[in-house]
């Protein structure tokens, strides 16, 4: 399995961008993909996660910023950052929670995405 995160970029603070992840491979279900970031010098923290059925978690600090979705189409999540600030400034992962061919369901990271918001 493969995920191919893209749209991180420069922005200005109030800005916006769109981050979007494909997942493709041997899958048999997606169970939950989402996004996590990692600032300098910071530990990995999640952003937002959505199921396959379509539950939403965001952490506080994105809540009414950022918006999750997914497309289980193309095994894509989405996700439309507004007003973004300085301290947003990370790299940007997608993760997916993932069943297999055999039953196992394993978790799988993509490359990263790097987002800069100038002040």
């Known amino acids: 399995v493969q995920l191919q995160a893209s749209g991180g970029g420069l922005v200005q603070a109030g800005g916006s961008l769109r981050l979007s992840c494909a997942a493709s491979?041997?899958?048999?279900?997606?169970?939950?993909m989402g996004w996590y970031r990692q600032a300098p010098g910071k530990q990995r923290e999640l952003v937002a996660t959505?199921?396959?059925?379509?539950?939403?978690n965001y952490a506080d600090f994105v809540k009414g910023r950022f918006t999750i979705s997914n497309d289980g189409v193309k095994n894509t999540v989405y996700l439309q950052m507004y007003s973004l600030k300085p301290e947003d400034t990370a790299v940007y992962y997608c993760n997916a929670d993932v069943s297999v061919r055999g039953g196992a369901r394993i978790s799988y990271w993509g490359q990263g995405t790097q987002v800069t918001v100038s002040s």
């Open positions: 491979g041997s899958i048999v279900s997606i169970n939950r």
């Open positions: 959505i199921t396959g059925g379509g539950t939403i």
